[in-house]
């Protein structure tokens, strides 16, 4: 288990412990990264060494991804990046320590060649149109910002920047722990991992939940699970939200629920048919229309729980998840007040 300590030296009298709850790829990392930040406690710089190969990783193995999808779904490439490709490909099959050994190598400047080979792959309309069918296959949402970076990220001496870390994806395994004192209370906040696999280990978590933050994906209407191609994302976000909100530990706490990647959802529904999804669905390509409809859909599935709140949010906008955890400590200090008879 992991934790972080961003309190003083007195422990504050009482806790509130929220617990992270969501399907994979729903932003909970994200979130959990952006609490630290918004509580005065930057990366380490260990941790951004640590994350430079995380980022790496993810542009090599996110680039990869982009062009086997390409050859599956029949999309060409210039003659001219065939080679680059085919590089990047042989790349991405290394073990994650080689990708790192052959981009950080100073040796005729390698990792910076391959940087300009990828940026000018990344020009290649061929890249731009199968990205337009991400749903169709697995990708990192943040692939297009560390892609226009690529330059930067392959040079030798890189280290990564706050954004760069709050855009990488590592797959949360186990449980991690972060905890800040404010308002005279001590917040924990506690990570699980979001694939199915992960999602016996949840129970551990559960004592003494003050409060649950459960996270869904909007922008994942027309995306299949990682572990489950068969199975639609948010379906099973569904599945998971009731099934949380009929267990009897959360029957009278508050369960906040975050709607988020809202900007990408925004974006999307320009093009994409939510009906995908549902196939009662009938207000079109309207944002609001669409968004108010997943939130329904989530909050009929309450039946149990009285305490249910919700937000729209971005969680990689730093300032969009500060005002949201505002709100939610001004929602869970009223209700500790209203236990403890002092209102």
């Known amino acids: 288990m992991g934790c972080f300590d961003c309190g003083g030296e007195d422990e504050p009298k009482r806790v509130l412990k929220l617990i992270l709850l969501g399907t994979a790829q729903s932003g909970k990392s994200t979130l959990f990264k952006q609490l630290r930040i918004i509580n005065n406690k930057p990366f380490t710089e260990k941790e951004k060494i640590s994350m430079s190969n995380v980022v790496r990783e993810n542009l090599i193995e996110g680039c990869s991804a982009i062009l086997k999808a390409m050859h599956d779904l029949g999309i060409e490439l210039m003659k001219e990046n065939e080679d680059t490709?085919?590089?990047?490909?042989?790349?991405?099959?290394?073990?994650?320590?080689?990708?790192?050994?052959?981009?950080?190598?100073?040796?005729?400047?390698?990792?910076?060649?391959?940087?300009?080979?990828?940026?000018?792959?990344?020009?290649?309309?061929?890249?731009?149109?199968?990205?337009?069918?991400?749903?169709?296959?697995?990708?990192?949402?943040?692939?297009?910002?560390?892609?226009?970076?690529?330059?930067?990220?392959?040079?030798?001496?890189?280290v990564a920047t706050q954004e760069d870390i709050i855009k990488a994806r590592l797959t949360t395994l186990g449980i991690t722990e972060v905890e800040f004192d404010a308002d005279g209370y001590r917040w924990k906040f506690t990570d699980v991992g979001g694939q199915?696999?992960?999602?016996?280990?949840?129970?551990?978590?559960?004592?003494?939940?003050?409060?649950?933050?459960?996270?869904?994906?909007?922008?994942?209407?027309?995306?299949?699970?990682?572990?489950?191609?068969?199975?639609?994302?948010?379906?099973?976000?569904?599945?998971?939200?009731?099934?949380?909100?009929?267990?009897?530990?959360?029957?009278?706490?508050?369960?906040?629920?975050?709607?988020?990647?809202?900007?990408?959802?925004?974006?999307?529904?320009?093009?994409?048919?939510?009906?995908?999804?549902?196939?009662?669905?009938?207000?079109?390509?309207?944002?609001?229309?669409?968004r108010d409809f997943i939130i329904n859909k989530f909050k009929s599935l309450n039946s149990k729980n009285t305490q249910l709140y919700s937000h729209v949010t971005t969680a990689t906008n730093t300032n969009n998840i500060k005002m949201v955890f505002n709100d939610v400590k001004n929602i869970l200090l009223q209700k500790d007040l209203e236990t403890l008879n002092i209102i």
Not at 92 to 105: D, F, G, H, Y
Not at 196 to 208: L, N, P, S
Not at 227 to 235: A, G, L, M, P, S
Not at 257 to 266: A, G, I, M, P, Y
């Open 196 to 290: 199915r696999t992960e999602r016996r280990k949840w129970i551990h978590a559960f004592v003494d939940t003050t409060a649950v933050v459960f996270i869904c994906s909007l922008n994942d209407f027309d995306m299949n699970l990682e572990e489950d191609k068969t199975t639609n994302r948010i379906h099973e976000s569904l599945l998971l939200f009731r099934e949380i909100c009929e267990l009897d530990c959360f029957k009278s706490i508050p369960i906040i629920v975050l709607f988020n990647k809202d900007d990408l959802f925004r974006e999307k529904i320009k093009n994409a048919d939510l009906r995908v999804a549902f196939s009662d669905y009938h207000g079109g390509h309207q944002y609001e229309s669409a």
């Open 85 to 158: 490709a085919s590089m990047i490909m042989s790349i991405a099959k290394e073990p994650v320590i080689e990708i790192q050994k052959i981009l950080t190598t100073k040796t005729e400047n390698y990792g910076e060649d391959i940087a300009g080979k990828i940026a000018k792959l990344w020009k290649d309309p061929g890249m731009k149109q199968c990205l337009a069918k991400r749903s169709e296959f697995t990708i990192n949402d943040t692939i297009e910002y560390f892609l226009d970076h690529c330059e930067r990220i392959c040079k030798p001496d890189y």
